[in-house]
């Protein structure tokens, strides 16, 4: 599953290869291969994973063929230059037919909307999805991908260390301040261990959480204000929480120059909680962490939200055969391909059940937070998110750096404005 990344690195790429495609060739993405009594319909197919993840997704191809003679699926691995790819593929009128896809404010002119595919055909089931899932691929009430994985976020905590400090583990329901109680129990500079990782360089798509289960969000619902919201003193209150734990050393700053990643740290066992999706933990298991998961802690009698991170397949609005295309997308939606896929969680609910992942203790809390996943995220909000995003981030960065939240978002909000007019 990709994770976040800058919008606006995406939208300048994507800019840049439409003007280089004016007067270039258009190649047919339907390129075929004769081959015995008829032709062989090759359907492309690109996504942004590589490793076990990409083997995966080869092995579902090679059953599509197999269910579909005369089918050969292409399965392009863009990996990490997969946005830049993409983008001149629509660029050059020549994109993948089936994509993976997340950003759909930036992409949506270039797809396919799939809602009369999704309400016609009965073989998608859809009412067996997490309906809450197919709100992140719509844009202007048009559905353009399909659910293909997710993950919300959870916080991951070292057992071992628990056990080592006779601190109880933390159960879903509570409070940051019994979070912040624990982070400085095990806290332990003389072993160079700390209670928890903070990111030097945090995504604010991830931090929508807190500030939302905090009782505001970075803007209005409508899209159009961020004065009160961005700056609110809910939303500074949620930020500072963490420059906090930095400053008075209950908390070691990662990622930053310099610094290993808090996946690393963990692993290492020098901390004893770390905040995220489902990514790392087939890694912490390998390192031999006794992990344990629990739901995101709560602000004092308010609910506590989630924020999704989803996979979805959508088809190239230029594809030249998309109802092979949209034979594909539900092939690989279905149960027994869902089930193939281990790198992030069942969409459906009758896999859910089957495997028990909701009753798994390790497993439960990211689909408790899924049900608690109902805000819309900013950048599906106002299409001029990336330019206000930039300050934010900034903001956000300098806070963990020791700088006062509600000032540094104040200035963020001032500097932001003129791109929302």
Known sequence: MKKKISLIVLATTLMATMVTACGGSSESSSSTDISGSGETRTLRFATWDTGDALKIEQDIAKKFEAAHPGTKVQVEAYADGFDQKLAAGFGATNPPDVMYMWDFPTYHQSL?????????????????????????????????GIPAGFTTRVVYYNKKLFDEAKVPYPKDGWTWKEFQDIVAKLSDKSKKQYGFGVRAENDTYD???????????????????????????????????LG?????????????????????????GKIAMWESGIWPLESFKTAGINVGTVE??????????????ESALSIAKDSKQKDLAWEFVKFYVSNDSIKMRVADLPVRVSVVNELKKDQDPLYKPYYTMLERSSNTPAFLLNPKWNEV????????????HGENAQEVLNQAVKDSERYLK
């Open 112 to 144: 396919e909307p799939l809602d009369s595919y999704a309400s016609k055909d009965k073989e998608l089931n859809i009412e067996d999805f997490y309906p809450g899932l197919f709100n992140y691929g719509k844009i202007d009430g048009k559905l353009y």
């Open 207 to 241: 931090l929508q959480s807190f500030v939302w289960s905090n009782g505001s969000s970075f803007i209005s619902d409508d899209g159009k204000t961020i004065d009160g919201f961005m700056n609110s003193k809910e939303t500074a209150e949620s930020i500072q929480m």
């Open 244 to 268: 906090d734990m930095v400053k008075n050393g209950s908390a070691v700053l990662t990622g930053g120059k310099g610094q290993q990643s808090g996946d690393d740290i963990f692993k290492a």
């Open 296 to 309: 995101i802690p709560a602000f004092p009698g308010k609910p506590v939200k989630g924020v999704l991170a």
């Open 389 to 400: 995003n930039r300050q934010l981030s900034a903001a956000v960065e300098a806070v963990m």
